[in-house]
DNA sequence: CGCTAATGTGTACGATGTACGCTGTCAACC
DNA sequence: GGTTGACAGCGTACATCGTACACATTAGCG
């Protein structure tokens, strides 16, 4: 066997942080963080379960290292356009990256080592408010507002009990199947009348919140 | 030892589904949900830990019903005022029992077996928003917009580095360190200048971002 | 070649969730 | 009062998890 100065393309390549960071995100992207563990993510690179500590320096560090490389996925606010474009683009992008990484919306903003892109993002953000002439009281108002809105669409979208093509009739039945019916009457209407409309997909309403926040920041950044 | 008919006020009393829920809610609330095992769960009750699997399924039914008991502390929309002012009360109580129970942010809108308590929310919430002349499609957007907001805002402010009481400058300090000085020169001023300003809490960003959601719905409501 | 540092392995330990079968207790009936 | 059956709690055991530690292998250098 020719396993020599094999420095193009083995099958066997060696490990480094980034390899194990990239395979676990794909990992827990496929079946979520807690079937992510130490010993199936090294089968999965084809290697003994400490092999990689070689690379992280423990669990906490290697999702430390996973929410980074999440949080780079995030286009920065593009500093041509004005402050109410470039939000938007950001906050959808946001939306689109933390969809992709479910698993992740519960830590990005937690992890007490932030890491490079995460600071980088936030300057980035920060920056571009400021340019466009918000005062640091709006600049937090503003960044608050709309990450806590971001974060929290992703997580109730991402905790639906449904996906968007599923068959949402049968899972409401299941879930109020245990009840006296018309113990709910409200919901079962919103449900039957609304939610179980052809084309109505939850996903949709993120912009029309997203709208309705840039609007009423843009008033008070006019205003008062 | 008179250990006959104790019906009343026994130091070892009976457990029971509720004793349970309770203890194990009391005990997140303390640690946080990572600090909750069974076994010391089990032994804050002075028992054995196979005895909790007499009165919940398994550690998933007993989240389930931690979630139901949180769900049910918060105030339901009171049906005599309007909706602004139902609303407003509502998203307040749920932002502080969401910050009594933090270990909560992530589960409450997830479990996929709702629980009463919490469909019975649902429906009031709906319920107040119809009666105050929202068509469907304007409780769907109200909905959404409101609880993503108060679930992201409690969540990032969860996962803030420091709490309010802390020394800001010391955490930003050590968040800092490890990068060359003046590389995130907005996200400095933004601390330096607003953050560790005396009197800055960012949980007084809540009612404004607050305010401005209602604003923005009443708004809709009267126009279009 | 041989040396040294970096990289991967094997074994082992303590913690976790929980399956299974035993024991002790208590309420309801004779 | 005595019997019995349901049920509450216990003890043991196992798979799986993160990871400490000592050892084997390899890579890159002179």
Not at 48 to 65: E, I, T, W
Not at 70 to 95: F, H, K, Q, Y
Request: glycine share 8%; aromatic share 8%.
């Amino acid at each position: 066997m020719a396993t020599r100065t094999n420095s193009t393309a083995e099958p066997r390549s060696r490990l480094s942080r980034e390899r194990v960071v990239r395979a676990a995100i794909a990992h827990a992207d496929a079946g979520g963080l807690e079937a992510l563990s130490m010993r199936t993510l090294a089968e999965e690179l084809g290697v003994a379960p400490m092999a990689l500590y070689r690379h992280v320096a423990n669990k906490d560090d290697l999702v430390d290292g996973m929410v980074d490389v999440v949080v780079s996925e995030v286009d920065l606010p593009s500093s041509g356009a004005d402050w109410r474009t470039a939000m938007r683009r950001r906050a959808i992008s946001l939306r689109d990256v933390l969809s992709r990484h479910r698993w992740a919306i519960g830590l990005m903003e937690s992890r007490v080592n932030p890491g490079p892109a995460s600071l980088r993002h936030h300057d980035a953000v920060i920056g571009c408010l400021r340019a466009a002439g918000f005062d640091m009281e709006l600049v937090a108002h503003a960044y608050s507002l709309l990450d806590g809105y971001i974060y929290g669409f992703a997580l109730t979208k991402m905790n639906l009990p449904f996906e968007s093509g599923d068959n949402v009739a049968e899972v409401a039945q299941t879930m109020l199947e245990p009840f006296p019916m018309n113990e709910y009457p409200n919901l079962v209407a919103f449900i039957t009348e609304h939610v179980m409309k052809p084309g109505y997909d939850f996903g949709d309403e993120f912009e029309y919140g997203l709208d309705l926040l840039l609007d009423g920041l843009e008033r008070t950044r006019n205003g008062a």
